[in-house]
Every structure is written in C-alpha cells, then in structure tokens.
C-alpha cells in the first residue's frame, strides 16, 4: 500500500488534516443617494462549536449554558453529535459575553468575529432596503435583489490540523482572501423619505386607516425617492414582524385606483381628438349600459356638463361615456402603453402585473364602461405614479427605479444606471393638456387641499370601493395623485389610505392633505422657488374654492377673503358653492355654500325654476336639497336637468341666468 498507493493516501492524509474554514465577505453597505447610510455589516462576536473536540460534553454544556440561549440538554445533545463536525451555537454576542465565553477556555469551543448586518436608520426606508439572515445573505427588499453584489466572494483559510483541532507545526496552510461586497447606492433621499414616513404615519392613525403609503418620484428620470409604508417595522429586528407586513405593497399588491384613472381616460380620449374641454354631455342619476347601471358614488345628479367641469367634478358617467366611445380595440392599447396589465421592470423583486381585460375576451361594455373610471382594473401603485408621470414630463414613460449606482468598497463608481424610456403612451400636447384638465381639478374642484400657494399643483382625487367576495363592500380606499409645479415639475407623488375608518372617507378629504404637506416640504428641501401669485385687482376679489371644507374652515378662509356667505343644507362638508371657485367677483360678494347630507338614495322631483331670480330659483331647489350651478346671472332662461325630471337628493341643477 505504502509503494502502490502512496500518492492517493498521501492526499487522503493531508486532506483529513487540512481543515478549511470559510471567511465571510464584508457585505457591501446600501446607501441613499446623499451617500447617507442605510445598511452596513459590522464585526460581531459568534460562538460555534466541534463536537469531535469536546471531551466532556456534559460539563461543557453545564459552563456554557448561562450565556446562550440553549438549553443545557439541548447543548449536551449538540456536544455529544458524532454527525456534525462544526455547530454554531449563537451570533451577534454582546462583548461582555463573548469575553466570558472565551474566558471559559473550553476544548471545542470557538469564538470569532463574523460580519452582522446593521440598519443605523432604524424603519427609515426599511420596506425598501429589506433584511438580510446571519449567513450573509439578502432575503428581501433591495438586500435581495442585489445580493449577489452585495455579498462579495467569501474567502478560505485551511490550516493543518491534528485529531484534536490543534495546529501542526510546520504543517501546510493555504488562505484566500475574501473579497468585499460592492455598494448600492439608492435612489431613495433620506430626508424626503422621513418626510413621507411622518406624513402618512399621522394620516394612518387619525383617519384609523388599515395601511398608508406614499409614493415620490422624479417624473423625468422615473427614480423613486421615497417609498413610505405604514405600519413599519425595524430591520433590525425584523422576527418580530409578519412576512406580511413587510412586503412593499408599492411593487407586491394591486387595487382598483378608482377616480385616479380617470387622467388615463381623457389622455387616450384628447389623443384620438374625441373630446375637448368645452364638449359637454349629458350626466343624469344614472346611464344604462351593457345591462347595467353607472352612477355617481354620491348619487349626484350633475345635467348637462363639459367634459372640464366633468373633471372638476370627477363625473363617472362622462368618463364611462367616453370609454365606450373610444372602444375597447382603441382605448386598451393607450391603457397598456401607459404601463398598466404588464411589469414596469423595477429593480425590486415581487414585481406584479396588475390586471387589464382583454377586449377579445370580454366583450362586455358595462366592464368597460366602469375602466373608463377606474372600476374593475387592478394597479400597482407603482405603475399608477409612472404613468401619470410620463403626463408630468410631456407624454415619455420612464422606467421606474430604486437604484441608482454601484460603488466599490474604495467608493469608486462601477456602474452607473441612467433614466431608460419604455414608451411615448401620448403626444406632448395631449400630455400639456391633460396636466392643465389636473391643475383645474385643483384649482376649481375637489382636489382644492392639494394645492400648495406658489407651487402650482396638479393632481386628481380617487375614492375607490374594495371588492370583498366578488362585490363591492363598505371598505375604501381614499387616494390622491399629482405633481408639482404643473409647468416645471419637481415631483409626482401618489398618497394612499386604505379602507379609512372615518366619515367623509374621500380622497379629496383625506389623502389630498397629506399630498400637500409632503409636497411643500420636498419641495422646500430640494430649492424649488415659489411662485407669487399674481395680484388681484384691487376692487375684485378671487373666490376660494370650498369645496369639501367643513363651515368653520370654508368661514375662515371667506372672512380672509372678505367675501360674506350663506348656508343651505346640512351635511359634514362643502357640497358645492356660488360663485365658482376661481371666479373673480368685486368686494363682499356674498358666496353661497351649499351642504348635502341626507339619503342618496331618495329622488326628488326637479322643480321649475324658469323666471325665477338666482335668489329664488336656489331657494326653491334647496328646499329639495338640490345644489345650484350658477351661469350668468339675471333671470332663470333654463335648465338642467328639466321640471319634472326624477333625481337623487344632493344632485346639482345647472341654471342659466339671463339679463
């Protein structure tokens, strides 16, 4: 055997002898786009054990116990293994008791330094950044996506040994060293990303909602600078929470967006030249199509409406109107270049579809009907904020990412990622016009506690129903999408809170707020200089828009106006107003405000009105609580919806005065 096979026993000998020991990598740190630091590894103490080498196992375990968090049997079972060879019994020690351990002097038992991750932000980003386990490896989030730059090349130490672990001198020894993770570097702005933390944290809890989140983005570059979810949870201690809770419902879960879609809508429409601003249809109690019914979630009955004013008012039934007017063949295609029934291609893992019917396949136009206003497709909240930042930038859809470059562990820059295009869903002018049709809906309708003084917002509200079971429930979700400012946008941010537990659980009441004050802070934080807003003749005075105020607040800002009011109806809130918001109207014109709060769901009879002066004629509809839209002024000459005709209280009668 000696002469025969000396060779092959030789390198069986040296082998048993050589005991290799794997070096883990320093993983690379995650950094925000300042270069603040999100995630690092720093060196912790870890205890492991060779049962081969312990010669009593009993006594060992008996020391050790007091400072692990095993058990004495459960460390004697581990001693006494004749199958493993090496056992790790804890890491990230403290330094007191990783001083006590090695103190012990115990046979078999080793402690040593291993990288442990760290997030020194606590829950600043965490649905984002994720966690990474003890073995150096990414399980969620961005640690995930990019573990295999973050993790580096583990190195190997082989030093050799006797039977009893001890080194033989003069013996052979081999050793390569680890090379170091890379760093990501995100393109989260820490200091956005705490503003949208706070923001929707207050909102979450005052409005009892179940979740929150915020989404801001660069709509030029598609680079996402903050992603805020609440509740939250720590990564550094991430075993205490759900699987569940720390998903980033932004990439991971679809909703119907509701009236947020609506941009999508009117974008494909004016793109095929279908509409235009001063077109009007007819908005009833409700439209028949496809053997069912659209109504306003409100049951408000608006008449004869322009599709501006349809905006405004967020009118479902113009909206279906004009989706089945473009046809599903023609309007499927705009939906799907905007982003919508297909992954984005986000560097971020989970990334879902969403959920777009097929026109081949469905056939229905009650199904489309209802697409037209946001019922009956699912979004990501992702896909939602790109596409109505390609409306932002001028018609362009950008790739959404979440990370902007990799560094060296010398901080030298190795790959730089730059803004990549997926598509031109509209031309430029369609985009133009539709981001003046979301200024209007700030300025003149219910997205009015968006609006920021000098920073110009555009946007759209949603309030979309919760399917339970296969039907609309009583959950909501209350939303709000814009950007700002309209002609230079700076940012796009998307505000949700879903299924609010509060009355008035509307998205121009709750999410719109919260929009405004996460965009003036970002905004002031980035530079973005307000605009003053032009000075007002001096004998006329601007009319605010109230709508979706309570009194107290729609007082106050009439008394700063100096303009008197009246009140009609009761209700929780501003239902409509005369005159019109934005309307310029000399000095203490007195504003009429008009409140609903009764059954929606109880029809009236339309008074005639014709003949009657504006003070009568609104008098004799808010005897019915029916609201007024005023168009110029003297006697009533006509209309809409005509005497005699059958609609839900709170609903708006369109009238036209004449001199």
């Known amino acids: 055997m000696q002469i025969y096979q000396s060779d092959e026993l030789s390198e069986r000998a040296l082998a048993q002898r050589m005991r290799p020991q794997t070096i883990d990598a320093q993983r690379g740190n995650i950094l925000d786009r300042n270069y603040n630091t999100l995630a690092i590894s720093v060196g912790a103490d870890a205890v492991y054990a060779l049962p081969g080498s312990i010669r009593d196992a009993e006594g060992t375990a008996r020391q050790l116990a007091p400072f692990l968090p095993l058990s004495e049997a459960d460390l004697t079972r581990i001693f006494s293994s004749e199958s493993k060879t090496s056992v790790w019994l804890a890491r990230g020690l403290n330094v007191e008791t990783a001083a006590a351990i090695r103190s012990l002097g115990l046979p078999g038992i080793r402690v040593v330094k291993r990288p442990q991750r760290f997030y020194p932000q606590g829950s600043l980003a965490a649905h984002v950044v994720g966690i990474a386990g003890s073995d150096n490896q990414g399980l969620e989030g961005i640690e995930y996506y990019y573990d295999e730059i973050l993790r580096g090349v583990p190195g190997r130490l082989a030093i050799e040994q006797d039977a009893t672990q001890r080194s033989i001198p003069g013996g052979d020894s081999e050793f390569i060293p680890p090379e170091a993770g890379r760093d990501v570097v995100l393109t989260i702005d820490s200091v956005i990303q705490y503003i949208a933390e706070t923001h929707i944290q207050e909102a979450v809890v005052s409005s009892q909602s179940e979740w929150g989140l915020v989404l801001v983005m660069d709509p030029f570059s598609g680079e996402i600078l903050a992603n805020a979810i609440y509740p939250t949870f720590d990564p550094n201690y991430y075993q205490d929470v759900s699987a569940g809770r720390r998903r980033n419902v932004a990439i991971t ?148 990412r979440y990370v902007r470059e990799i560094r060296d562990a010398q901080g030298r820059q ?23 049709l979301l200024r209007s809906v700030v300025v003149n309708g219910n997205g009015n506690r968006a609006e920021v003084t000098g920073y110009y917002v ?17 959950g909501r979700i209350a939303s709000f999408a814009g950007f ?153 000459v006509k209309q809409s919806p005509e005497a005699g005709a059958a609609v839900s209280r709170g609903s708006t009668v369109e009238v036209i005065f004449e001199l």
């Open 484 to 636: 700002a400012p309209v002609d230079e946008p700076a940012l796009a941010i998307l505000v949700i809170l879903y299924n609010p537990k509060v009355d008035s659980a509307y998205g121009g009441v709750l999410a719109a707020p919260v929009f405004k004050e996460i965009m003036e802070e970002s905004l002031e934080y980035l530079g973005v200089k307000r605009r003053l807003e032009g000075q007002q003749r001096s004998r006329f005075v601007l009319v605010p828009n109230l709508t979706n105020f309570t009194l107290e607040e729609a007082k106050a800002r009439l008394l700063q106006a100096s303009l008197p009011w009246t009140v009609e109806g009761e209700g929780p809130l501003v239902t409509a107003q005369t005159p019109r918001p934005g309307a310029q109207v000399p000095a203490q014109t007195t504003v009429h405000l008009f409140f609903y709060g009764g059954n929606d769901s109880e029809d009236v009879t339309v008074p005639n009105v014709i003949g009657m002066s504006m003070r009568d004629a609104s008098g004799s509809l808010s005897d019915l609580d029916l609201l007024i839209q005023v168009r110029g002024s003297g006697v009533a």
């Open 458 to 474: 555009a946007g759209k509200t949603g309030t979309a129903e919760v399917p339970e079971g296969g039907i609309y429930g009583a």
């Open 253 to 400: 879960d679809q909703y119907e967006p509701g009236s947020t879609f609506k941009f999508v809508t009117a974008a494909a429409s004016l793109d095929l030249g279908l509409t235009y601003n001063e077109r009007t249809f007819d908005s009833g109690s409700y439209w028949e199509i496809g053997g069912g019914r659209v109504r306003n979630s409100d049951g408000r009955v608006f008449g004869n409406i322009s599709f501006l004013e349809a905006m405004e008012r967020s009118d479902n039934i113009t909206f279906a109107k004009l989706s089945v007017e473009m046809e599903p063949e023609r309007f499927h295609p705009y939906i799907k270049a905007f982003g919508f029934g297909s992954r984005l291609g986000v560097d971020f893992p989970g990334e879902i579809t969403g959920m777009v019917a097929t026109p081949r396949t469905t056939g229905q136009l009650l199904q489309w009907a209802n697409t037209g206003f946001g019922q009956g497709i699912a979004v990501t909240p992702l896909q939602l904020l790109s596409s109505l930042s390609s409306i932002a930038n001028g018609g362009t859809l950008m790739k959404p």
């Open 414 to 436: 190795v790959q730089k990622f730059e803004p990549e295009i997926l598509g031109y869903p509209v031309q430029g002018a369609t985009a133009t016009a539709v981001s003046q």
